[in-house]
């Protein structure tokens, strides 16, 4: 019996031993679960790559990658030269030719000039703002001339009118601009005038003036009411390489005028061109407060020019603007804008005969060099066009 029971246990065990043997191998051959690839991948291509490489940004609204701008230097503009400009520019006086050459040569070439005609006559010239003063004295100059000479051509009409009209305009009054420096000082050019008349821009297009005669320009925004006149006057002296002196909004005026002389001298340029705020020539307060500007700038040294923004559409109502101007700061010359808009050409004659004031510089055209030096000859001819004579004078 015992026998048997110890033969029993050696078969349980060697039962139990071959089972062990078959499992354990089986086990041993499991493979090891895989690690994960974005693991494997990522250390991968680390060690590729190198040192990370900066991406461009990208608009997250897109996701397309936006390169940045490239940083580019403002370019500097080469002016046209003033010389000449007011020839090329004469077609843009076709409005006033209709009054001029067409309209008071048409009546001057009738067969009888009586005193029906002769009126007509006068009526166009103040139609055209000549004045009633200068046109009486243009059309009793005239009558007699055409009847000593007895005159009759077309071409010879036109001549005896174009010598009146540049006899009106004074053709001895000094046009020149001064705006050289003097003993190491730059010249100082005030630019005053109305609201609306264009005067910020008008100022930018006289730096653009000075610059094609060869002037180095330092402008002044001593407009600090408006930041965007600041801004519009900036704009354009950067166009031509000219610094803008500004100060805060709402700033005094005498003070970035001052400001802006300094800068000049210390910097040694030609001219300081100061841009002042619009104003209205019945409002005290505003011309006291330019009379402040002149007598603050002038601390520093005398004004060279005081140039008044004119325009040319408001007809004779320019005249009292450019009076009350004159007795606050003693304006110098008249720049007359938008004679291409206006068929009152005759306003140059009404305002150098009531202030004697020179008309130095006229506006005919929106473009950046369409400011052009006043010259009367150019003027009357460009006035009176050849149309009417089918040949030009």
Known sequence: MAEYLVLALVLLGVLIAGTVGLVVPRLRRRPEPPLPRTEVDTRAEEDLAGPPVEAPESDLSTGVLVEPPPVLAPQVEVPEPTAGRLVRLRSRLSRSQNVFGKGLLGLLARDHLDEDVWEEIEDSLITADVGVDATRDIVDRLRERTRVLGTRSAYELRALLAAELVNALDPSLDRS???????????????????????????????????????SVLLGAADTFRAAAADQLETWGSRVGAETVRGPEAADPASV?????????????????????????????????????????EKQGPIDETLLILDATTGQNGLEQARVFTDVVNVTGVVLTKLDGTAKGGIVIAVQRKLGIPVKLVGLGEGKDDLAPFDPAQFVDALLGTEATGRDA
């Open 177 to 215: 601009l001064r705006t050289a420096p003097k003993d190491g000082v730059p010249a100082v050019v005030l630019v005053v005038g109305v609201n609306g008349a264009g005067k910020t821009t008008t100022c930018g297009k006289i730096a653009r003036v000075l610059v094609a005669d060869g002037r």
């Open 257 to 297: 005028a001052f400001d802006a002389v300094k800068r000049g001298i210390d910097t040694g340029v030609d001219t300081v061109l100061i841009d002042t705020a619009g104003r209205l020539q019945n409002k005290v307060g505003l011309m006291d407060e330019l009379g402040k500007v002149k007598r603050v700038v």
